[in-house]
């Protein structure tokens, strides 16, 4: 009975013993579970780690930037300046000695045109004319015999109404053989034509011809196209984060078919509102003269930026991730199993200019400027640790 009660005490007391093993090694785990839990805006490096990333730390400035913006947009022409061409009866191309790339001058000759309605509407214009000639001689005898009470208001008043029925008519024609080309002024009964000349209403270069002899074109065919290539602008897209940056007057500088000539520009006026593709538009007028520069052209551009006293770091110091940007401040010093660590914290911040190798940030609310230090070497580094945990993560 004494042996099997000194069994059952030992088999008791040794249960006890792997219980409080079990317990122990339990709170053990559990301790370094929560010790390894790390924030998520939280580098952890050891100092070996810290070297070999070159990591330096250094505080904020206050610098005078004066930066520039890079920026993509097209040559362009002002409507002004840009003619499309058609005929506003239409008819058959007799004549044409235009390719694209002529240069032509305002009120020059581009092609003639050959239709019977033309000469239908002379012979209508000439006898609209007559007859108003006719009732203004007789509206002139009739108003004066009226006032002599020879002739009744009522026969006057119809005199009157033909009268200017006639001269309406005749004002319309006009008003149509100006349209097509015909100058009534020095159209003749001896004159009347089948064919007309097609005019450009500016000056410039030709950019595309729609015709060739014996083609019939309608009003709505484009027959010419007409460029005045001697004030050009550009019409450069930025993204709506930039729409600051820029203003009216700010000079732009601008390369064309990956060049190195450069060209100049300045700034005429910014756009009022935001694209659905969130892009903002500016146009720029080209100073001076540029070879080789045509309407449609891709451009790289860069624009001077005006010089403000802005918070600045190097720009290392400034990593992207996700169409973000992002600054490392030192948190702290520790040591963990015997190894000093240092803990960084990663905090989101807004890009401004870039000058002279430095960048303008703009800070989130209550970040004390004064006290942080700030990653200006290594960033790169410690941003790969954050999201390639294991390479230098510990």
Same mark, same amino acid.
């Given at each position: 009975?004494?042996?099997?009660?000194?069994?059952k005490?030992?088999?008791f007391?040794?249960?006890?013993?792997?219980?409080?093993?079990?317990?122990?090694?339990?709170?053990?785990?559990?301790?370094?579970?929560?010790?390894?839990?790390?924030?998520?805006?939280?580098?952890?490096?050891?100092?070996? $780690?810290? !070297?070999?990333?070159?990591?330096e730390?250094?505080?904020?400035?206050?610098?005078? &930037?004066?930066?520039? =913006?890079?920026? %993509?947009?097209?040559?362009?022409?002002?409507?002004?300046?840009?003619?499309?061409?058609?005929?506003p009866?239409?008819?058959?191309?007799?004549?044409?000695? =235009?390719?694209?790339?002529?240069?032509?001058?305002?009120?020059?000759?581009?092609?003639?045109?050959? %239709? /019977?309605?033309?000469? +239908?509407?002379?012979?209508?214009?000439?006898? *609209?004319?007559? !007859?108003?000639?006719?009732?203004? *001689? +007789?509206?002139?005898?009739?108003?004066? &015999?009226?006032?002599?009470?020879v002739? @009744?208001? $009522? %026969? &006057?008043?119809?005199v009157?109404?033909?009268?200017?029925? =006639?001269?309406?008519?005749?004002?319309? =024609?006009?008003?149509?053989?100006?349209?097509?080309?015909?100058?009534?002024? #020095?159209?003749?009964?001896?004159?009347i034509?089948? @064919?007309?000349?097609?005019?450009?209403?500016?000056?410039?270069?030709?950019?595309?011809?729609?015709?060739?002899l014996?083609?019939?074109?309608?009003?709505?065919?484009?027959?010419?196209?007409?460029?005045?290539?001697?004030?050009?602008?550009?019409?450069?897209?930025?993204?709506?984060?930039?729409?600051?940056?820029?203003?009216?007057? /700010?000079k732009?500088?601008?390369?064309?078919?990956?060049?190195?000539?450069?060209?100049d520009?300045?700034?005429?006026?910014?756009? /009022? @509102?935001?694209?659905?593709?969130?892009?903002?538009?500016?146009?720029?007028s080209?100073?001076?003269?540029?070879?080789?520069?045509l309407p449609?052209?891709?451009?790289?551009?860069?624009?001077?930026?005006?010089?403000?006293?802005?918070a600045?770091?190097?720009?290392?110091?400034?990593?992207?991730?996700? +169409?973000?940007?992002y600054?490392?401040?030192? +948190?702290k010093?520790?040591v963990?199993?015997?190894?000093?660590? @240092?803990?960084y914290?990663?905090?989101?911040?807004?890009?401004?200019?870039?000058? %002279?190798?430095?960048?303008?940030?703009?800070?989130?609310?209550?970040?004390?400027?004064?006290?942080?230090?700030?990653?200006?070497?290594?960033?790169?580094?410690?941003?790969?640790?954050?999201? #390639?945990?294991?390479?230098?993560?510990c």
């Amino acid at each position: 009975m004494s042996k099997y009660r000194f069994i059952k005490t030992s088999l008791f007391s040794l249960s006890l013993i792997v219980l409080i093993a079990c317990n122990s090694a339990k709170k053990t785990n559990e301790a370094k579970v929560e010790e390894e839990v790390i924030p998520d805006n939280i580098v952890e490096m050891r100092d070996d $780690q810290i !070297k070999l990333a070159h990591i330096e730390t250094g505080a904020i400035e206050m610098r005078l &930037l004066s930066g520039t =913006l890079k920026v %993509n947009g097209i040559i362009a022409v002002a409507p002004q300046n840009q003619a499309t061409v058609c005929a506003p009866m239409g008819g058959f191309i007799k004549s044409t000695t =235009l390719m694209p790339g002529n240069s032509v001058s305002k009120g020059q000759t581009l092609a003639v045109i050959e %239709n /019977q309605d033309f000469v +239908d509407m002379q012979q209508s214009y000439f006898e *609209a004319k007559n !007859k108003f000639e006719f009732a203004e *001689a +007789d509206y002139k005898r009739h108003t004066e &015999l009226y006032k002599d009470e020879v002739y @009744s208001e $009522q %026969n &006057l008043q119809q005199v009157t109404v033909d009268y200017k029925t =006639l001269k309406a008519q005749v004002k319309s =024609l006009e008003q149509k053989l100006s349209l097509i080309g015909i100058d009534p002024a #020095n159209l003749h009964e001896e004159t009347i034509s089948s @064919s007309v000349a097609l005019h450009s209403p500016i000056s410039g270069f030709v950019t595309a011809v729609n015709v060739n002899l014996g083609k019939f074109v309608s009003p709505s065919d484009v027959l010419f196209t007409i460029v005045n290539s001697d004030k050009l602008f550009l019409e450069l897209s930025l993204y709506e984060k930039d729409a600051d940056k820029v203003a009216k007057g /700010q000079k732009i500088r601008f390369f064309i078919n990956n060049e190195t000539e450069q060209h100049d520009a300045v700034i005429l006026q910014t756009g /009022q @509102s935001v694209s659905v593709d969130k892009t903002y538009k500016v146009y720029a007028s080209v100073t001076g003269v540029c070879k080789n520069v045509l309407p449609g052209m891709y451009v790289n551009a860069v624009v001077e930026t005006s010089g403000n006293t802005v918070a600045a770091l190097p720009q290392d110091a400034v990593v992207s991730f996700d +169409d973000k940007d992002y600054i490392f401040i030192f +948190d702290k010093n520790k040591v963990e199993d015997g190894k000093p660590f @240092s803990e960084y914290e990663i905090v989101e911040v807004h890009k401004g200019v870039t000058d %002279n190798g430095y960048t303008e940030i703009v800070l989130p609310e209550g970040f004390n400027i004064t006290t942080a230090k700030v990653v200006i070497k290594g960033a790169y580094n410690l941003l790969s640790a954050k999201k #390639n945990a294991g390479e230098m993560a510990c």
